[in-house]
T-cell receptor
Framework: DAKTTQPPSMDCAEGRAANLPCNHS???????VYWYRQIHSQGPQYIIH?????ETNEMASLIITEDRKSSTLILPHATLRDTAVYYC??????????????WGLGTSLAVNP | DTGVSQDPRHKITKRGQNVTFRCDPI?????LYWYRQTLGQGPEFLTY????????KSRLLSDRFSAERPKGSFSTLEIQRTEQGDSAMYLC????????????FGQGTRLTVV
């Protein structure tokens, strides 16, 4: 079973920030939070990951609560091309540990014009 | 394009036929993964290679499924005696050496068994 809980769907207006929440209340101390997205009929795409500090890259920002039981992915200026299913995944680092990715159902984000 | 490449993108086959899919990972990546994804679900892990060695197989990988990575570069996934339940998207991903690396996915091969 997936170790994360996400809302099944969200809407966002184009140009506004999209804030996607994720609950991972059973996260272990060595587990990282990863976010991937999957645009329709394409393979998943890595977005960002973090352990306990907030992270930012050219795609998004990741805010992790101090107790690490939840996080929020922020797309600062959503565009129509950001319409996708967003997956929040927690797993420990290690050689080949991408085999342990347990994907839930994700959040289907619709960015509206 | 230097990303992960999968071929074919789509495959329709009759039940009972054998099919083979190919994955070309990013050239410097020594780790390769196969996943399966059915409609409306997240990907499920099938098997993992480090170089040419197949290090782990999921229990989802029945004896009709076999995967190879003969020279540690491209990989093939073969399904024998296909069943309708095999209809899914088959995703390949690769990642570089390192303790903490993300997976880079191909576009997938969509299999339809009729």
């Amino acid at each position: 079973d997936a170790k994360t809980t996400q809302p099944p769907s969200m809407d966002c207006a184009e140009g506004r920030a999209a804030n996607l929440p994720c609950n991972h209340s059973t996260i272990s101390g060595n587990e990282y939070v990863y976010w991937y997205r999957q645009i329709h009929s394409q393979g998943p795409q890595y977005i960002i990951h973090g352990l306990k500090n907030n992270e930012t890259n050219e795609m998004a920002s990741l805010i992790i609560t101090e107790d690490r039981k939840s996080s929020t992915l922020i797309l600062p200026h959503a565009t129509l091309r950001d319409t996708a299913v967003y997956y929040c995944i927690v797993f420990p680092p290690g050689a080949g540990n991408n085999r342990k990715l347990i994907w839930g159902l994700g959040t289907s984000l619709a960015v509206n014009p | 394009d230097t990303g992960v490449s999968q071929d074919p993108r789509h495959k329709i086959t009759k039940r009972g036929q054998n099919v083979t899919f190919r994955c070309d990972p990013i050239s410097e990546h020594n780790r390769l993964y196969w996943y399966r994804q059915t409609l409306g679900q997240g990907p499920e892990f099938l098997t993992y290679f480090q170089n040419e060695a197949q290090l782990e197989k999921s229990r989802l990988l029945s004896d009709r499924f076999s995967a190879e990575r003969p020279k540690g570069s491209f990989s093939t996934l073969e399904i024998q005696r296909t069943e309708q339940g095999d209809s899914a998207m088959y995703l390949c991903a690769s990642s570089p050496t390192g303790w903490h690396t993300e997976a880079f996915f191909g576009q997938g091969t969509r299999l339809t068994v009729v």
